[in-house]
């Protein structure tokens, strides 16, 4: 409603008589989180069109993949969506393990549920910053990042990175748990709740950033699923689908948790969706924490992981971001003949214009962040 | 003002005594200029993470004088190159260098932008190491580096800076015109044939050697015990949506001559084999005639309902081009995948933006990528690639010296 009236109602300057011309944002924006460049059809400050130009980070992942094996592929996958690197080397495991009827011991598969959701946290409290400051308010960032390096540092003794992980292994973890890990991961889970009452506080109730988010963005459902949307992005337009539980891998089936849906797909709603998905990453983990086995970390894995020939390997997992997919195609030795991606943020930047056609430019850069985009798992 | 400095020495060194005024305002000058650098926030990928991280709360770069992080060039005095240097960015990241006002200096943070980092080999589209396009005054190693790594490459700069004088400032430094190829790959062949020779004088030598102590055996290394691994039967996911059976004979009855990609023929036995897996999933094979008609009615039909295009994409065997196409149907969990050969040839296929509007980048990246041309597509434009890279980069047959590095298998 409010979004036709945008289009509708031209400035009253115009008369018919302006001119439209193009604005080039970025790659070197500080908005456009990464090397994004919106090319952007203008009239006065409203938008008409908006072109998204990718490849400023196209690193050609998906080649170099032809010439590795699924386990020097794993390293590469943390770098594609660096936030959710952990998801991300979850989908190569499953992909291997698919292939090669590997299984998984029933403690790495509680472990990587914990860090997996410990870093869907991570990646919102990052997103929840950097979002909070597209918007102008700057000291949310601080605490966004303050809040998010208390998890840093329990990956940090986990598996020695503190960004890109490398941490599954196709057949289990690479390391076991270190002695006090699940009091960390109690600490981290009551923090981040007493945090996000914080956070609350702090910035949902804050007039300014209503008016700014409320209304603003708004994806229809019909079109979240035309163009692919899937995560907390889809889940705000009313697209009830979450990998977790719709598509289930992993253990992901043995927890209970809701799945939060909004249906006004504005800004807002994207904001309101991630901030409860943290709480439910928090009752996942209390819940995995409560029921870890004791046993192995590692089953037996074969010592070359070859895909047969001709056999198409598909497994996707719901990153913070929303659906993240690799598909292997076999060719019987230990590469594959071909490895593709599909990230979430790619149909999300797509649907960009859909958002935001209409709105005024400023409120381009709240779509952009509320987004959640991170531009080397658009480019690949 | 830096203009002026410059002048200072050309009048103050002839006279008594000022060479020491020249050095102590060398002195005041650096200091001031070390502890007040203004950083352009540039940042491609994961080490711009770790970039914030240094700028945020816990690492607290304004202790060291370099928080005004500034978004134009033209207020920023260091760039800090955070993530890997593509081709296309490459262009740009010269233009913010230019634009940068004198004095300027560059951080190369990360592996990446040191010398391609783990994207040496086989990309078609990185720069291996910033320095072949701007001058780097300090090296940060690290894939990526921690935020106190920054900060010991921040207070490196500041060395760097306290050790300049006004009275031979560094001229604008030049920028690089060598095209981003490999300056390793040039020498490889003869640094392999020095190696040859080397590892030929050694074995002959360590022969020579067996030969007259021949009673000598080599110490042995205590090793780890490695721990005994058990393996553990997998369990599937269970399945949701439709059976593949199901979907096959919905499928079956509108087209004629359908086949399976993971079986030779479909018999009921074949459908059954696949309805007990449950994580099989119905893998069409279609011709490009009717492959327009086969996704629209997975689309429309409501036993299928694939209301989602979750992905498309393509793949090379060495002798055709497959295009293959990932729906989804998103109210009830089942997965439909569609593939097409194509010959090498000119492939040609009906765009699917009109049924799906998420098709129209995946088709863009495919025709790019494959150079399988899409007939009535809204926006045939290239997606990702630089504007000089020739020929289709996922094809088996595609190869470009000047670019890629080959790994050696």
Redo the contacts between chains.
């Keep these: 409603m409010e979004r036709e009236q945008h289009i509708e109602v031209r400035p009253p300057s115009a008369g018919g008589n302006t001119e439209e011309y193009w604005l080039n944002m970025g790659p070197q924006h500080p908005a456009t989180h990464g090397v994004l460049h919106l090319i952007v059809r203008l009239d006065g400050e409203t938008v008409r069109e908006v072109k998204p130009e990718l490849g400023y980070i196209h690193r050609s992942v998906e080649k170099m993949a032809e010439n590795l094996t699924l386990l020097q592929n794993i390293h590469l996958t943390d770098r594609l969506d660096y936030l959710s690197c952990h998801m991300n080397n979850h989908a190569v495991c499953m992909v291997a393990e698919q292939a090669c009827d590997i299984g998984v011991p029933e403690r790495a598969e509680y472990i990587r549920v914990i860090v997996s959701e410990l870093q869907r946290i991570q990646s919102h409290l990052l997103w929840w910053g950097a979002f909070a400051m597209d918007i102008g308010a700057l000291s949310a960032f601080l605490y966004g990042f303050a809040e998010r390096e208390k998890i840093t540092d329990i990956f940090e003794r986990l598996c020695g990175a503190r960004l890109t992980m490398n941490y599954f292994r196709p057949g289990g973890v690479a390391q076991d748990l270190y002695d006090g890990f699940e009091q960390d991961a109690r600490q981290a889970c009551s923090d981040i709740l007493y945090a996000l009452d914080e956070y609350q506080r702090l910035v949902t109730g804050n007039l300014i950033f209503q008016e700014r988010t409320r209304g603003v963005g708004i994806l229809s459902r019909d079109k979240a699923i035309g163009y692919g949307c899937s995560g907390g992005t889809a889940r705000a337009s009313g697209l009830d689908y979450d990998v977790r539980r719709d598509d289930p891998y992993g253990i992901y089936d043995r927890f209970s948790f809701d799945v939060p849906v909004a249906t006004a797909g504005d800004c807002y709603a994207r904001y309101e969706v991630r901030m409860e998905e943290m709480r439910q990453s928090v009752q996942i983990i209390e819940q995995a924490l409560k029921d870890l086995p004791v046993g192995p970390i590692q089953a037996k894995a074969k010592p070359v992981l070859k895909i047969p020939k001709g056999l198409q390997v598909f497994r996707q997992v719901e990153t913070a971001r929303g659906s993240f997919a690799m598909t292997a195609i076999g060719d019987g030795t230990a590469t594959p003949l071909r490895v593709s991606y599909r990230s979430p943020g790619f149909m999300h930047v797509a649907a960009l214009h859909e958002m935001s056609a209409g709105f005024k430019i400023a409120d381009l850069i709240t779509i952009l962040g509320s987004l959640d985009p991170v531009i080397p798992d658009i480019d690949r | 003002m830096a203009v002026g400095l410059d002048l200072l020495p050309r009048y103050l060194d002839p006279l008594p005594g000022g060479k020491g005024v020249v050095s102590a305002v060398d002195v005041i000058v650096n200091w001031a200029r070390a502890h007040s650098l203004w950083p352009?926030?540039?940042?491609?990928?994961?080490c711009?993470?770790?970039m914030?991280?240094t700028g945020?709360?816990?690492h607290d770069i304004a202790r060291f004088g370099a928080e005004v992080f500034r978004?134009s060039?033209r207020q920023a005095d260091l760039i800090i190159l955070a993530?890997?240097l593509?081709e296309?960015?490459a262009d740009?990241l010269v233009t913010?260098y230019q634009q940068m006002p004198d004095p300027k200096w560059v951080i190369a943070m990360g592996a990446c932008t040191i010398s391609g980092g783990?994207?040496y080999?086989?990309?078609?589209?990185?720069v291996r190491g910033a320095d072949r396009v701007v001058p780097v005054d300090v090296y940060l190693p690290g894939?990526?580096p921690?935020p106190e790594a920054l900060l010991h490459a921040l207070t490196e700069l500041q060395q760097v800076i306290k050790g300049e004088t006004i009275r031979n400032r560094r001229a604008s430094k030049e920028l690089t015109t060598a095209p981003p190829v490999d300056r390793m790959a040039v020498d490889l062949a003869a640094w392999e044939e020095e190696q040859d020779e080397h590892i030929a004088e050694v074995e002959a030598n360590k022969a020579a050697w067996k030969e007259a102590n021949p009673d000598f055996q080599a110490y042995k290394h205590p090793k780890l015990d490695k721990p005994k691994?058990?393996?553990?039967?997998?369990?599937k996911?269970?399945r949701?949506g439709a059976l593949p059976s199901a979907l096959w004979a919905a499928v079956a009855e509108r087209f004629d001559g359908l086949s399976l990609?993971?079986c030779d023929e479909v018999t009921e036995d074949a459908l059954a084999a696949m309805d007990a897996d449950s994580?099989a999933?119905l893998?069409l094979v279609i011709d490009p005639e009717r492959y327009a008609a086969l996704v629209g009615f997975l689309r429309g039909n409501e036993a299928t309902g694939c209301?989602?295009?979750?992905?498309l994409?393509a793949?090379?065997?060495g002798e055709q081009i497959s295009v293959?196409v990932?729906l989804l149907s998103?109210s009830q969990?089942h997965?439909v995948?569609v593939r097409c050969a194509l010959e090498r040839e000119a492939p040609t296929l009906p765009s699917l933006s009109g049924l799906?509007?998420?098709a129209?980048?995946h088709e863009r990246e495919t025709a790019e990528?494959f150079g399988v041309v899409f007939a009535g597509h809204p926006d045939p434009r290239?997606?990702?690639?630089?504007e000089g890279l020739k020929g289709y980069?996922?094809r088996k047959d595609w190869s470009d010296p000047s670019r890629v590095v080959?790994?050696e298998?």
């Design positions: 352009l926030v540039y940042g491609t990928s994961c711009a993470i770790e914030m991280a945020a709360a816990r978004a060039p993530g890997t593509t296309k960015m740009h913010l783990p994207f080999y086989d990309s078609y589209s990185v894939c990526p921690r691994l058990e393996a553990v039967e997998r369990v996911t269970p949701r990609a993971t994580e999933i893998d209301d989602m295009l979750h992905q994409t793949f090379d065997d293959l990932h998103v969990g997965k995948f799906f509007p998420a129209t980048w990528m290239r997606l990702f690639v630089a980069p996922l080959a790994r298998l």
